[in-house]
């Protein structure tokens, strides 16, 4: 055996100059959608509450968002997280979402990660059944429920933020396709959602017709947001813009309710049927009267994974008649990752090419 392979046997560990960063991260998938969490490394966020700890790292660390995010450490659908505090004593701890274009105010497939690795990591007094989480996200508290069985992690239900319906079967034109129809709802974020029964496209919700969908879908999003540049939150102006495009379509899976493909931030395909976005789609179909108290939607993604949602209670919020919606689903651990910044790479901060 040459001296050289005896080498490579015997070190394999790198360690960085102490100028480095470095970053730790455990990554994982709920429904096929990545989700990487950032445990150590990340500077200090200041601010007394996660819209504050949002703003400051928009401000001030952004170069580390598309440093793990953008190639060459991540990808152009690359999706991660951040733990901060909760905003009071009541919470667990808060959370910080980033993605391609920056950081959204909700994504349930990161919630049901991370209530996952809550009980994986023993961050909480794990018991048999139901272990319960109170996670701030930016669009406020959001409860989380780990299923427990024989010390493993089954599944995972949340009730999302109060949901609503801003409008029903509204209409845009759009260049080459001509009349629009779509739904305009919020589930802790902004969605158009546009309902391939109700349209006439020259393509499908599957993988095939990928390119197809980032590309229509981005042009929905930018039609309706010329349209109704009102889109406002009723009571906090940092969740008042439309977050992405949810094509919605038949399934040929027995037993599924639909499917759900939804394109967001800038461009990106979401793997799984996207939790903030079947919390939208509680609220129309409760304003539908499609679905009441106890009654359950399964719903796929574009990879085949499945959300399960339900309407657990109504509520006015404010002026709005609002639902609190379930969805459930499962997350796994994919591995973990200890990132290094040389200072002298000129690619440190990341690109997209797509």
């Known amino acids: ?122 961050w909480i007094d794990v018991k048999e059944g139901d272990n319960s989480l109170k996670i701030d996200a930016p669009c406020g508290r959001i409860t989380a429920f780990a299923d427990v069985k024989n010390k493993q992690v089954t599944g995972v239900r949340f009730h999302c933020v109060p949901s609503f319906v801003i409008g029903l079967d509204r209409t845009v034109d759009l260049k080459g396709f001509g009349e629009v129809t779509y739904d305009l ?23 095939k017709s990928y390119r197809q969908l980032i590309t229509t879908g981005m042009q929905i999003k930018r039609a309706v947001v010329n349209q109704d540049g009102d889109i406002a939150h009723p009571f906090v102006d940092d969740l008042s813009f439309l977050y992405g495009t949810i094509f919605i379509g038949a399934s040929d899976t027995p037993g599924i309710h639909s499917r759900n493909v939804c394109i967001f931030a800038e461009g990106e395909v979401d793997r799984c049927p996207t939790g903030s976005g079947v919390s939208g789609r509680m609220a129309i179909h409760k304003a539908r009267k499609e679905i009441d108290f106890g009654e359950t939607l399964t719903i796929e993604s574009i990879t085949g994974s499945v959300f399960k949602g339900a309407v657990v209670s109504e509520e006015d919020y404010g002026s709005i008649k609002a639902v609190i919606p379930q969805v459930a689903g499962t997350a796994y651990i994919t591995g973990t990752h200890m990132f290094c910044f040389d200072p002298n790479d000129p690619m440190k901060s990341g690109f997209i090419l797509r």
């Open 1 to 122: 055996m040459s001296s050289t392979y005896q080498n490579i046997l015997q070190k394999t560990a790198f360690y960085p100059p102490e100028n480095w960063i470095q970053i730790k991260t455990i990554d994982m998938h709920t429904g096929g959608e990545p989700l990487r969490v950032i445990v150590s490394g990340f500077p200090e966020l200041r601010g007394n509450s996660v819209l504050e700890y949002r703003r400051y790292c928009k401000e001030n660390y952004d170069h580390l968002r598309t440093a793990l995010m953008f190639e060459p450490r991540g990808h152009a659908d690359m999706y991660g997280c951040i733990l901060v505090p909760p905003n009071d004593e009541d919470g667990d701890f808060g959370i910080l979402f980033l993605h391609n274009e920056g950081y959204s105010t909700m994504c349930g497939h990161a919630i049901i990660a991370i209530a996952t690795l809550a009980v994986e990591m023993q």
């Open 185 to 207: 709802a919020y589930g802790g974020a902004f969605y158009a959602y546009v309902d391939l029964r109700k349209n006439t496209f020259d393509f499908e919700l599957n993988q």
